[in-house]
């Protein structure tokens, strides 16, 4: 078994230790946009549609439930503030696919994908489009992004991707670009990409909606969804009970319900209100560092004039940006599960994972040596067993969800809103037509299974990157039953 570039190229102890030595557990995005505060919900009321989640899903779809009829009363509940989970956290790759990539898109769906792949480079567009109109202050920049080769094998990868709108570039093109001594080549995809700030995102969409008439409410979790005449003639007072557990002002608990004719579900990684879609995600913790800003001297060493979102081509990935004032952000790699599939703050702090993406960062950037990080922080990815998001509808149609974009939703839960409102218009779009949306993936095994394979598997993903690629019986098993992955 060999080695990889990160074994090969260690920084020093001293190094990391250095840059490690001020950094602070904070997510940076969400310090640098400060947002409007909304107030719990503390009383009844009732609304055509009630959106669950304050992120970029449920953003979305209150947002483009009123451009599509503005007279529709929205009203919006998020659990704690607007864009604090993934929306806030996030590394702001907004990409095209709608299929986490085109290797796992042209695998799971071969018949329709160059229609999804159209339809994800038209919802970027629309993303695009929007915060142009809307005048969004989210640090929009669609510069496109390079997906770097780091070993020798990984080089025949990016040149089978070439297409219409992503360009090979060999080691000394890409190296005029961007100066690394890892790098060996590159696949420059030039219009499937686009980075933003997270936090401004999510932040200025909330104040869009509301400019639209939405009504949020934060701090207000939902408990319940009750259906309401079930089973009896259609009238006008039928549809879903939305219970709540929100405190008032003074700290005391409320328990006010809000009567819907439909409902959206925007949220993501957290156990789902419908029972029967818990076991079909499962949460999966991403880390990340943010450095302090470069100098001049310190971008002139490493070029990067084109601004492009950068990601390694192994399983077990890095992704890194450039902030709007020069930071890098540097995630990934580490991906981690969590025995039962819980989401607790304290997951957010791993000092293993934090220190091997210092040591792979100045693996990338030995030229940064003595750049300090500032922040360090990390999120869950409500991941699926096919590695990108599943549609439906529940409850006579009244409920519709999107989620299990892992880790690629910046720009699909856009789409995602966009399928929730056409199932609850009852409408059949070329959007509900595909068999994307029409299907659902393979859950997850209940415990003690599901950590068995999720960790079989990562494992399994390391020892391909060690072995030029090379899929072990386990990975070639999952690949064959439809639980594969090909990052």
Known sequence: MGTTVFERRRPSASTVDHALSG?????????????????????????????VGG?????????????????????????????????????GFAESSLTHGEENGLTRFPDEYEHLAR??????????????????????????????AVEPHQLEWLREGVGEDSVFLDEAELQASIHSPTYLGGLFHTRDSAIVHPAKLARALARACVDAGVQIFENTPVTELVTVGRGAPRTGAEGVDVHTAA????????????????????????????????????????????????????????????????????????????????????????????YGGRVRDEYEDRPTSHRRLAEHFFTTF???????????????????????????????????????????GVAATHFGAEVMLDFLEGKTTERTATQMVRSKPIPFPPEPV????????????????????????????????????DS
């Open 450 to 485: 599901a950590s068995m394979g999720v960790n079989m598997m990562r494992w399994a993903l390391d020892r391909a990157d060690h072995n030029e690629g090379r899929r072990n019986l386990f990975l070639r098993t999952m690949d064959a039953v439809g639980l594969g992955f």
């Open 119 to 148: 339809m994800g480079r038209a919802n970027l567009d629309a993303i695009e489009s929007t915060i142009a109109e809307l005048k969004l202050d989210v640090d929009w920049e669609r510069n496109g992004a390079i997906d770097v």
């Open 366 to 408: 030995p030229q940064l040596e003595g750049l300090q990080f500032t922040h360090k922080w990390a999120g869950a990815i409500d991941t699926c067993s096919r590695f990108c998001a599943f549609y439906g509808t529940a409850r006579g149609g009244r409920i519709a969800y999107a989620t299990g974009f892992t880790g690629l």
């Open 247 to 338: 405190r008032d002002l003074t700290g005391r608990p409320t328990a006010a319900v809000v009567r819907a004719k439909k409902v959206a579900l925007g949220t993501n990684v957290f156990p789902s209100l419908l029972k029967r879609n818990r076991l079909y995600t499962v949460p999966v913790y991403d880390y990340v560092l943010m450095t302090e800003p470069l100098s001049a001297e310190q971008l002139d060493a490493i070029g990067w004039q084109g601004r492009q979102g950068l990601g390694d081509s192994a399983n077990q990935f890095h992704y890194y940006r450039l902030s709007s004032d020069n930071r890098i952000l540097f995630g990934g790699y580490d991906a981690v599960y969590h």
């Open 55 to 91: 992120g970029y899903s449920g953003l979305w779809t209150a947002l483009l439930a009123k451009r599509r009829d503005p007279s529709r009363s929205v009203v919006l509940l998020e659990a704690k503030t607007v864009g604090w989970a993934a929306s806030g956290r996030n590394g």
């Open 23 to 51: 950094t602070r557990q904070a997510v940076f995005w969400l310090e640098d946009a400060p947002g409007d505060a909304y107030p719990p919900l503390t009383a009844g009321t009732t609304a055509d549609l009630v959106v």
